[in-house]
């Protein structure tokens, strides 16, 4: 095959690549006949080109027979605001008895589905510090807890099914655990400041705060993360494939596992 007229912007090229693959492909062509014999033919084949008009991708994605919006006109809201919210988490989360002899300490980020009825559905969570199976559970007792006091997001001025992301906080209460709970929250500030830091492009004076953080909770994954990406942002790939793999030691499926791999190779 050979292009004899080209409208120009590599479309010659690309017919002349598709009429080759034929041949790759072994496409059998019926060739002409002549006094009942096959013979050589030389046969002009057009190739057309159209543009396709664009169609822009759905506004929601199908979860479990449901459509979940991901484009919104207005987001969830709990009844009250944000500080509404935290007040509510901090005075309806429960503590289990099995982590106060070991003053366990941290957080879950949970997705939870709120529909457009205000009902709500976790989606998923996230045990960034370890906590183990009694503190998730607390967390799906407190989801339902939730229903009916949110406002539903909206597209196209109809109340629509989203995703709304909520951090649950989990403290000891018990006085032998105070020296242990200032000790995070001191931990938490400091790690905010570290991220601040990173967010200024001053990641070496970030990653040596958050080494101090990590030596007071060394299995927080979230922090172990962030420190990470810090040392992915200085090129120290090692560092951070380190960090990587403890959350893969700790965590039965960390929430970026399709990235380690691809992160540890370098």
Same mark, same amino acid.
């Given at each position: 095959?050979?292009?004899l007229?080209?409208i120009g ?6 017919a002349?690549?598709?009429l ?5 492909k072994?496409v059998?062509w ?5 006094d ?6 030389q ?5 057309k ?5 664009? $169609?822009?991708p759905?506004?929601? $994605?199908?979860?479990?027979g449901?459509?979940i919006y991901?484009?919104?006109e207005?987001g969830?809201?709990?009844?009250g605001?944000d500080?509404a919210?935290?007040i509510?988490?901090a005075t309806? $989360?429960?503590y289990?008895?099995?982590?106060l002899?070991?003053?366990l300490?941290g957080s879950?980020k949970s997705?939870?589905?709120v529909?457009?009825?205000?009902? =709500? ?9 370890n906590?183990?199976t009694?503190?998730l559970?607390?967390?799906i007792?407190?989801?339902p807890?939730?229903a009916g ?7 196209e001025?109809?109340q =629509?099914?989203?995703?709304?992301p909520?951090? =649950?906080?989990?403290?000891?209460t ?13 931990a938490?500030?400091?790690v ?6 990173h967010?200024e492009g001053?990641?070496?004076e970030?990653i040596?705060?958050?080494?101090k953080a990590i030596? $007071?909770?060394p299995t927080?994954t979230?922090w172990?993360y ?5 040392n992915l942002?200085?090129k ?7 960090d990587?793999?403890?959350i893969?030691?700790i965590?039965?499926y960390?929430?970026?596992?399709k990235w380690?791999?691809v992160?540890c190779?370098?």
């Amino acid at each position: 095959p050979k292009i004899l007229k080209d409208i120009g912007d590599g479309c010659g090229e690309e017919a002349l690549r598709a009429l080759k693959l034929m041949q790759e492909k072994n496409v059998i062509w019926k060739p002409g006949i002549k006094d009942s014999l096959a013979v050589n033919v030389q046969y002009t084949l057009p190739v057309k080109f159209q543009i396709k008009e664009y $169609t822009p991708p759905p506004p929601y $994605t199908i979860f479990q027979g449901d459509s979940i919006y991901l484009e919104l006109e207005t987001g969830v809201q709990f009844q009250g605001g944000d500080d509404a919210l935290n007040i509510f988490l901090a005075t309806e $989360t429960m503590y289990p008895d099995s982590g106060l002899d070991s003053c366990l300490i941290g957080s879950m980020k949970s997705e939870l589905i709120v529909k457009k009825d205000g009902s =709500v559905q976790l989606l998923e969570s996230v045990d960034y510090s370890n906590l183990g199976t009694d503190f998730l559970f607390e967390v799906i007792k407190l989801v339902p807890k939730t229903a009916g006091k949110w406002t539903p997001a909206t597209y196209e001025g109809k109340q =629509v099914a989203s995703i709304y992301p909520i951090r =649950v906080e989990f403290r000891p209460t018990n006085p032998g655990c105070k020296a242990a709970v200032d000790e995070y929250e001191a931990a938490l500030i400091e790690v905010e400041n570290a991220i601040t830091l990173h967010d200024e492009g001053k990641s070496e004076e970030g990653i040596a705060i958050m080494d101090k953080a990590i030596a $007071t909770a060394p299995t927080n994954t979230e922090w172990l993360y962030f420190r990470g990406v810090m040392n992915l942002n200085l090129k120290n790939n090692d560092l951070a494939c380190e960090d990587f793999q403890k959350i893969r030691d700790i965590l039965t499926y960390p929430w970026y596992e399709k990235w380690i791999d691809v992160i540890c190779a370098f």
